[in-house]
């Protein structure tokens, strides 16, 4: 979490500051500034029940897709953590008759480690080309508009870079395995579609009104 908050997401997020306005603020009514707050409700929900939602859902994804990539059956996870997976884990013989080794498990878990942590960052980037925008299409907004912000992605996508394939900061520090299974990598489209989908498909309800009261308010 440090290595996202402090590393590859810090560069967008000071980025954003250099961010213009959207081209419909001033058919906005005003704030109210006795009830309106920061961090509201409709934000919170935002970010801890639908994106957070998809991105963990994607993640997770891609987390038992490393498993299953193995031979692993998934029903051999379930409460396997406490005697498995660690670095003092005894042999384990899955349900289908594989036996893996404490090594091999370990590779294995660090795999899947990595494909998450990097789906995280994934769909981060794209996330943040989206949100510059609360009703306004990110599409008639401009997408390359901001281009400091274009250099704090190229800065989060080298800090990634750096975490997943230098050695030292993949296995010592983050216990990765960055060897991860190479058709897995595409997950990383299927996080920009879901996400690209569903935060477009939000601003054109709001644009036009749909959803009702509820929805209306149901975002940051």
């Keep these: 979490m440090l290595a996202i908050d402090t590393g590859t997401e810090l560069a967008p997020a000071i980025a954003l500051a250099y961010e213009k306005a959207e081209g419909d603020v001033m058919h906005r009514k005003?704030?109210?500034v006795q009830k309106d707050r920061l961090a509201s409700w409709g934000l919170l929900s935002y970010s801890y029940i639908q994106i957070g939602c998809i991105e963990f859902l994607v993640a997770w994804l891609g987390?038992?897709?490393?498993?299953?990539?193995?031979?692993?059956?998934?029903?051999?996870?379930?409460?396997?953590a406490t005697k498995y997976w660690n670095s003092t884990a005894d042999p384990y013989k899955l349900s289908n008759g594989i036996v893996l080794s404490r090594e091999q498990q370990l590779i294995i878990l660090g795999q899947a480690q990595a494909i998450y942590w990097f789906l995280v960052v994934a769909c981060q980037i794209i996330h943040v080309y989206l949100?510059?925008?609360?009703?306004?299409?990110?599409?008639?907004?401009?997408?390359?508009?901001?281009?400091v912000l274009n250099y704090g992605v190229v800065v989060e996508v080298c800090v990634c870079g750096l975490v997943l394939f230098v050695p030292t900061?993949?296995?010592?520090?983050?216990?990765?395995?960055?060897?991860?299974?190479?058709?897995l990598w595409?997950?990383?489209?299927?996080?920009?579609?879901v996400m690209f989908l569903?935060?477009?498909?939000?601003k054109w309800m709001k644009r036009n009104n749909r959803g009702?009261?509820?929805?209306?308010?149901?975002?940051?």
Excluded: C
Aim: proline content about 4%; aromatic content about 18%.
């Design 169 to 183: 900061l993949s296995a010592d520090v983050m216990q990765f395995n960055n060897n991860i299974p190479t058709g």
């Design 30 to 32: 005003p704030r109210n």
């Design 63 to 80: 987390f038992l897709l490393v498993f299953t990539h193995h031979n692993v059956p998934i029903k051999d996870l379930a409460w396997s």
């Design 212 to 220: 009702g009261r509820i929805f209306q308010s149901f975002g940051y």
């Design 198 to 202: 569903y935060i477009e498909g939000f």
């Design 186 to 193: 595409f997950l990383f489209a299927l996080g920009w579609g």
């Design 131 to 147: 949100v510059r925008t609360r009703t306004q299409s990110i599409l008639e907004h401009g997408i390359f508009g901001n281009m």
